[in-house]
């Protein structure tokens, strides 16, 4: 019992490292505990301890989804319910994880094989139709901009990888205390690496030329948009946001942008909301950029969270979202989860985008990146790999209230423009819009207050190594796990080892 209660509070404090306490530096110490107690245990035990772990550490952090649930529902048991499933079943990941950690040596190699397959399995969390990223460590160093530098070289998979092989070190202080010098020594220059890069980074981008600025205005309306409007209510919003816009555009901004969903009605096959907005672009003088949807086809009624972009000229482009968010926008397999329905999932499925693609604007390439999607690496990297120049987060986060999970989303914006080295212009329709420079700083718009904010930003062209070359830490991180796994079981072998309890 007493190696239970310590694995908790190792994964509450973990937890503990994100919004809204953010005690990031828990992160250093706090997975050590669980790393420590997956040596020289079986498979099947490991699995179980590491699931624990997670399971508890996502709801001490994830609890935002149980006001969700219940926004939808009405119902505390389902929220609760629905919470401890989400967490449940992203744990099964860690005790994957944790599974093939007992296999790992007691050893450098060990320590690197652990941080390989914890950081894989947490990626493979982020593929297939049930994709939900939420929880992933690297983003609660978002307020640390010298921990985040590295992120352009590796991503936040990889900074995910070094947490872990740092707790890894840690843990083996335990086990390894005849040769602690080669822990600190390895500790020593992981942190020396660590900083130092850190440092290098924010010191050379200072002298970043930009090979153009253009001047950006935030309308954030402080409309609650977690419920549906009728269109009597609607019009005194819509006069109340084009105000704002109005009040923007005397601003004289290059680019003007309003959040997700901005605009109910799709575009532009409901022809007086469309022209409106093309109204207020050739008003304003401005690139007006705003969330709302787009009918993808009439006779079956389906409908695409799309971005639409607006051009003084009269000219309009449009991106559809490309990572739906499950159960939120989609329910995979419908037909065959028809209990999902008491959580409050969303009734009809919204179409998935095909394609990622900058949105163009005379010298400003936009990738539009739409709500949940900031959360998934790969959608700002393959945008800026296409020629983004400047990316726009377009977010609703109406529907968790004023709940920890506003900060803990804004905080994956910061690691996208890091590993991207693009400003990134975020917009919400209460909280939290900012303006994230390169340097992952963020300059921050009052939240729950209808505003209007400015700031000019640089075009950026060059490519970080992480959007050249992905999550390649990944694919070193997997191969020290297998050589481990290897180099642990011809130890074992020659030493007539047969009962993993043996090996320690």
Not at 201 to 210: D, I, T
Request: charged share 15%.
């Amino acid at each position: 019992m007493r190696s239970v209660w310590l694995v908790v509070l190792s994964a509450v404090l973990a937890g503990l490292a994100h919004p809204p306490t953010g005690f990031w530096w828990t992160l250093l110490f706090a997975p050590a505990v669980l790393v420590r107690f997956l040596i020289g245990k079986t498979m099947r035990a490991g699995f179980g301890w590491a699931w624990l772990w997670w399971t508890v550490y996502a709801l001490t952090l994830g609890y935002s989804l149980g006001y969700l649930i219940h926004l939808r529902t009405g119902s505390y048991v389902l929220s609760l319910l629905g919470l401890v499933l989400v967490a449940g079943l992203s744990g099964c990941f860690a005790g994957l994880a944790g599974a093939v950690a007992t296999r790992m040596p007691v050893s450098l190699w060990g320590a690197l094989g652990i941080a390989g397959i914890w950081s894989l399995c947490q990626w493979v969390r982020g593929l297939g139709d049930f994709a939900f990223v939420w929880g992933q460590m690297a983003p609660a160093l978002y307020s640390v901009p010298v921990l985040v530098q590295v992120a352009d070289l590796i991503g936040a998979w990889g900074v995910e990888f070094l947490l872990l092989f740092w707790n890894g070190l840690f843990a083996l202080l335990w086990e390894w205390r005849g040769r602690s010098w080669i822990i600190w020594g390895a500790g020593l220059i992981l942190w020396m690496g660590w900083l130092g890069y850190g440092v290098f980074a924010l010191s050379r981008e200072q002298g970043v030329a930009p090979s153009a600025t253009v001047r950006v205005a935030i309308v954030q309306p402080n409309v609650n948009l977690a419920r549906a409007y009728t269109p009597m209510e609607w019009e005194p919003i819509r006069a109340h946001i084009e105000s704002l816009v109005l009040r923007a555009g005397r601003l004289h901004p290059h680019l003007l942008v309003l959040p997700e969903v901005m605009e109910p009605y799709p575009m532009p096959s409901t022809q007086f909301a469309f022209e409106r907005w093309r109204a207020l672009a050739r008003d304003t003088g401005a690139v007006i950029l705003l969330g709302g949807y787009r009918e993808v086809n009439r006779e079956t009624d389906q409908w695409a969270n799309s971005a639409h972009l607006f051009l003084p000229d009269g000219r309009w482009h449009y991106h559809d979202k490309v990572q739906l968010v499950p159960l939120g926008e989609v329910v995979p397999f419908r037909r065959f989860l028809p209990f999902l329905g008491f959580f409050g999932v969303v009734a009809e499925d919204l179409s998935g985008g095909k394609r990622l693609e900058p949105l163009p604007a005379d010298a400003m390439r936009i990738g539009a990146v739409i709500c949940m999607e900031s959360t998934y690496p790969w959608i700002a990297r393959r945008l800026v790999a296409r020629g983004a120049n400047l990316l726009w987060v377009g977010s609703n986060e109406s529907w968790f209230g004023r709940t920890p999970a506003l900060e803990q989303h804004l905080a994956f914006s910061v690691l996208r423009a890091v590993e991207t080295r693009r400003w990134m212009v975020r917009s919400a329709p209460e909280g939290y819009s900012a303006f994230i420079a390169p340097t992952g700083y963020i300059q921050r718009v009052v939240p729950f207050m209808p505003t209007v904010a400015l700031q000019t930003v640089a075009l950026r062209e060059e490519q970080s190594l992480y959007v050249r070359y992905g999550d390649w830490l990944l694919v070193v991180g997997g191969v020290c796990t297998v050589l481990a796994w290897v180099r642990n079981e011809q130890r074992r072998a020659r030493s007539g080892i047969s009962d993993p309890q043996e090996a320690t």
